[in-house]
């Protein structure tokens, strides 16, 4: 199969990375914010999840995620940036620069979790 | 008209939740040192009124801008047209407002 010409440019990634990242990020939301809310009323069970979570591949999971936030931060701070500020010439230099800042906050907080 | 006006409201909750969403980074890097339980967590946050608004208004922002984003995806990728594109984006925002609120509060009441 052929990829379309326009699927092969570095900035078609970069806008896919920030939908795919947005869409799993919502999917998230809900779980996260019903594991929160248990702090109230429900604190033993929140502390049962919790210790599920020092699990390593949970800490990995949980890299992801901060990726995933990290990348659709950045990615999205230069989607502002192309529609608001003056244009520049270098938005496939930013959007690596989006996925490599992600790497070092999504890095430093595995290396902080585990 | 309600296209712009989304389009609009999508960038004017992302400028409200970048600094929120890096502050929230840090705190996530800070607090996950040495490990997080339902105390340390409470410890940090229970009756904090400003925990309470910086939550609060990124819980707001972010229920705003993932049901703009997920309309848009909805409507882009399923095709998705009318009262179902409708009802997808304010089930989104509505769901997560309720339960994003709710969790807010548990952890800053």
Known sequence: MMIRPHRNHPLWLAFMLHRVSGLALALFLPAHFYVLSLALRHSA???TFLRWTDMPMVKFAEFG???LL???VFGGLRLLALEFLPWSNRQKAMAAGAVAVAFLISGTFFLQAI | MLDLRLYMLQRLSALVMAPLA???IAVMIYA???GISAGEILSRTEGSVGWGLF????VVAVSIHAAIGVRVIAAETLGLRGVP???VGWLVCVGLLAIGLT??????A
């Open chain 2, 32 to 34: 996950v040192q040495g």
């Open chain 2, 22 to 24: 890096l502050g929230h």
């Open chain 1, 70 to 72: 990290a990348v659709h």
């Open chain 1, 65 to 67: 995620l901060v990726f």
């Open chain 2, 55 to 58: 939550y609060g208004a990124f």
């Open chain 1, 45 to 47: 069970r929140l502390d």
């Open chain 2, 85 to 87: 594109l409708a009802a």
């Open chain 2, 103 to 108: 969790a807010v509060f548990s952890v800053t």
